[in-house]
């Protein structure tokens, strides 16, 4: 019988992953988060070199009879989120080698639309201490729209200033959990396979909006839980271990929400426009002042008519910085600077003193 979402919204459900998403309703889901079994394949103990043993992931749910088992459940899984998804929803999986590549073959053959593999890196990888192999040293998480034809979400200029105002690569630097983050029962680690929160931190904002419907079939200790509550999402997580719940629900339970405020996007499409001639209008460049680039190379003079005029050329902020340059295009609010008290200033610090008048 099939539930109202509502009903599901910011609990952390026990349940079998299949059986809780074939009761929500058919495209109530933003976003699906999922961390499935990576069907490790473990043989035997590992153990470091002072013969200390290495707490690996050796429980019941990570281990399938043969890889026909794994694609069957796989596809399962796949199955029910594409269908809570929403048209224009999207899905992020993570694996390793052990499994990722399998998880990619049926997302495909089931019409998801693979949008990027981002390579998670980590900073503080556990060594291979058989010294058989090189050091696995990162994860691998799929991002993919429900189909081809989906309008899905990417906050591109929240990305963006996530990263000091560079273009976000595929490839993420990351720690593994560990330190306080690091959920604890007993003086052992909670769960296993615990995920920072940063992961799910540039995920969660970089997929969906404020209000938006995160959901995490495998959930484990509640990571993603926490970081959608933080965040203003609202969370559907199912989890089949009942201890993993009660921890989940005790951890999301202490989670403060970040101010409605605080929560707003870069997206420089929703600002108001500001034409280079507004400044000029309202006094903060003058006609006949220079603006240089970042490393006095070129300079160019303000002309009353909102142009400027270099030795080269003439016209717009942009024209000019890209011929300068000979360059096919530039963004000339990024280019172009002008002195003030001696200190040379952006003139887009000048737009955003408009843009806040606006």
């Not at 694609?71 to 224009?88: H, I, Q, Y």
């Not at 999986?93 to 495909?108: E, P």
């Not at 719940?245 to 101010?259: T, Y």
């Not at 426009?273 to 003079?301: S, Y």
Request: aromatic share 8%; with cysteine; charged share 25%.
């Amino acid at each position: 019988m099939l539930r109202d979402s509502a009903d599901s919204l910011d609990k952390i459900v026990l349940g079998d992953c299949i059986e809780e998403m074939a009761r929500l309703p058919s495209g109530s889901v933003d976003l699906v988060f999922a961390d499935p079994p990576y069907n490790l394949q473990l043989q035997g103990e590992l153990h470091r070199p002072n013969n200390t043993r290495v707490d690996g992931v050796d429980d019941a749910w990570d281990q399938f009879e043969d890889f026909a088992a794994y694609d069957a459940f796989t596809r399962a899984w796949l199955e029910g989120a594409r269908r809570v998804l929403k048209r224009d929803g999207a899905l992020w999986v993570i694996g390793s080698y052990h499994n990722i590549f399998r998880v990619g073959a049926i997302l495909q053959d089931l019409g998801f639309w693979i949008l990027n593999d981002v390579v998670w890196r980590k900073t503080n990888p556990m060594p291979n201490f058989r010294g058989r192999r090189f050091t696995n040293a990162h994860e691998t998480l799929i991002w993919a729209a429900r189909s081809a034809q989906s309008k899905y979400t990417f906050n591109y200029h929240a990305m963006k200033a996530l990263n000091d105002d560079l273009q976000m690569r595929s490839d993420w630097l990351l720690p593994i959990c560990s330190g306080s983050e690091r959920l604890k029962r007993d003086g052992k680690k909670a769960h296993p396979t615990q995920k920072p929160e940063a992961l799910l931190h540039r995920v969660i904002m970089a997929s969906t909006r404020r209000g938006d419907v995160v959901l995490d079939p495998f959930g484990g200790s509640g990571t993603t839980a926490a970081v959608a509550k933080r965040l203003g999402r609202r969370f559907i997580v199912i989890e089949r271990d009942p201890e993993y719940v009660e921890l989940a629900r005790e951890r999301v339970a202490a989670v403060d929400p970040v101010a409605a405020p605080d929560l707003e996007l870069a997206s420089p499409r929703e600002e108001p426009r500001v034409p280079f001639g507004f400044l000029i209008e309202r006094g903060l460049l003058r006609p006949g002042e220079i603006l240089f680039d970042a490393r006095r190379r070129w300079t160019a003079r303000v002309r009353a008519d909102g142009t400027v005029v270099s030795a080269q050329s003439k016209g717009s902020i942009h024209r000019v910085a890209a011929e300068v340059q000979g360059a096919p295009a530039c963004n000339g609010w990024a280019f172009w600077y002008v002195e003030r008290n001696g200190k040379p200033v952006p003139i887009d610090l000048l737009r955003q003193q408009v843009r806040a008048e606006l």
